[in-house]
């Protein structure tokens, strides 16, 4: 692979600097977000305000797609169950 194949986009880079602005002292990753995931959906649900550990999920699904993906799946199934 040559260097210049190694070379960012601009819009690569704006990407990068976005998810760098997002970035906060503590995060959950996405195993932290999976274990509290039905929590924050049923919070979500609810109308209720989110306490530390689940605005740390929301803020994971926000910069996760694949998380974000999940979660809004585990919102469906508990909104269909209503």
């Known amino acids: ?7 960012l986009t601009s819009d690569q880079v704006g990407v990068i600097v976005r998810m760098l ?13 999976r274990d509290h995931a039905d929590e924050f959906a049923e ?3 609810a ?13 994971h699904i926000s910069i996760c797609p694949e998380c ?3 979660c809004e799946a585990l919102i469906k199934i508990l909104q269909a169950r209503q």
């Open 1 to 7: 692979m040559k260097p210049e194949d190694l070379r």
């Open 21 to 33: 602005g997002q970035t906060r002292d503590r995060e959950f990753d996405c195993g932290e977000c």
């Open 43 to 45: 919070t979500k649900l």
């Open 47 to 59: 109308g209720l305000q989110l306490n530390e550990a689940l605005a740390l999920v929301e803020h």
């Open 68 to 70: 974000r993906e999940e």
